[in-house]
């Protein structure tokens, strides 16, 4: 059986993603889509919109046969470790190819940047580290390193966010698993900062936008969306009350920074550089998320950066234990969040094959990867009612959605 891994967030999954979706499918001649999905928290550091149960449920309405969880140590971090958490989980499930979405839309563009880089690795680091020596934000170095470089002419563009990502899954894929064929699929009609709807394929970010905006599913909204991605899209609104977005979480993330010292905010991943002493003095200062990053926000300090560090601090990751478990590789498993019936024939024809546990649910394992799992859920759905989080904490011990 013929399969090719996909790498998404689906917050939430719109008709872009069915497009990305079919075309991968098509590319990779593919029996069996398997998609990797962030959770509950996703790798610019913010709360999806709806949880992974229900997205899980929309990607499968979509195509994908078979969805893992990418798991929240690598779903939330920039995109060298994202990338790698990924691909290397992927690979683990005996993948053939993986296909992602960029604005380039040609492989060899992205082959041979790999194979620029690696003849120019050593000018990079060192223009990289100037740069951030200088006080600029790492994805600014990053861009000004690639320039420095000089990549040839017809290259991809590393200034836009998909290129970045796709080169990151190129590099993991070339160095860790290359019999893994990798394939791209030419973006259609949106950026992925688009703040805006226009037409029926439109960015996350601008139906996210519309969502929160209208408080609930408009017109222009639903153009965009599969009527499966409306339906549950309405569904957890109705029985959970809240589309989740990070004005929710302010009042803990508030209250957890202005009772800590500084010594002990120092010690969650993501807080460097004296970040603790800026944290404590802004936070008094702020009456909403949006004020409060704001403020925060420095030429060192984006606000990409920062959501991550405030996600890590609110589910409490610790930051040694975090540099221990990101240097184990492969990831120690790959937990299955839903399948088809095409999705359960892949299983059963690669568990025995699978050189790390495939696992339906966390009690089948012990690791502390699924501890801080458990962290990260607790902390997604602490905004709920107590009724309906007590239900949700249980579901995360839950089997995975099955789809026929």
């Known amino acids: 059986m013929k399969s090719c891994g996909v790498i998404v967030e689906y917050n939430p999954f719109h008709n872009g993603h069915l497009y990305h979706l079919e075309e991968s499918k098509k590319h990779a001649e593919a029996d069996c889509m398997i998609a990797i999905m962030s959770g509950n928290f996703l790798q610019r550091g913010e709360p999806a919109i ?8 929309a990607a499968l309405h979509g195509g994908a046969d078979l969805v893992l969880e990418l798991p929240f140590l690598y779903a939330v971090q920039h995109s060298d470790y994202f990338s790698q958490g990924a691909i290397q989980t992927l690979a683990e499930v ?3 190819s993986i296909c992602f979405g960029s604005e380039n839309g040609r492989i060899t563009a992205f082959t041979e940047a790999f194979e620029h880089m690696n003849k120019h690795q050593e000018e990079y680091d060192v223009t990289v580290r100037r740069y951030l020596n200088e006080g600029y934000a790492y994805p600014e170095a990053s861009r000004l390193g690639y320039e420095s470089i000089a990549f040839p002419s017809g290259s991809i563009d590393l200034t836009q966010p998909n290129n970045i990502l796709g080169y990151s899954y190129v590099k993991q ?20 900062h688009d703040e805006e709807i226009h037409g029926t394929i439109a960015s996350a970010t601008s139906i996210r936008k519309e969502l929160f905006e209208e408080k609930r599913i408009s017109e222009k909204a639903e153009r965009s969306l599969p009527p499966s991605t409306a339906e549950v899209l309405h569904q957890y609104k109705g029985s959970h009350g809240i589309w989740h977005q990070w ?14 010292e500084e010594s002990t905010l120092r010690c969650f991943h993501g807080v460097d550089e004296g970040l603790e002493y800026r944290l404590k003095r802004t936070i008094k200062e702020a009456a909403t998320f949006h004020q409060f990053i704001s403020s925060l926000k420095t030429k060192r300090y984006t606000w990409t950066r920062l959501q991550r560090t405030l996600a890590h601090i609110l589910v ?15 990831p120690p498993y790959a937990r299955i969040l839903g399948m088809s019936d095409v999705g359960k024939k892949y299983l059963r024809s690669v568990k025995k094959e699978a050189s790390i546990p495939l696992i339906t649910q966390p009690q089948q394992l012990d690791h502390e990867m699924l ?25 995360e011990y839950g ?5 026929s």
Do not use: C
Request: charge should be positive; proline fraction near 7%; glycine fraction near 2%.
């Open 50 to 57: 709806i949880d992974k149960w229900h997205r899980t449920k």
């Open 94 to 96: 005996g993948v053939d």
């Open 173 to 192: 894929i070339l160095t860790y698993a290359p019999h893994i064929e990798p394939l791209t699929v030419l973006r259609k009609n949106n950026h992925y």
């Open 247 to 260: 004005e929710a979480y302010f009042h803990l993330l508030q209250y957890k920074i202005m009772t800590m």
């Open 316 to 330: 409490g990751t610790d930051k040694q234990e975090t540099r221990v478990l990101l240097r184990e590789t492969p």
């Open 371 to 395: 501890d801080l799992e458990a962290r990260a859920a607790a902390a997604y759905y602490s905004v709920l009612t107590p009724e309906r989080r007590v239900d949700q904490l249980k579901r």
């Open 399 to 403: 089997p995975p959605v099955i789809h």
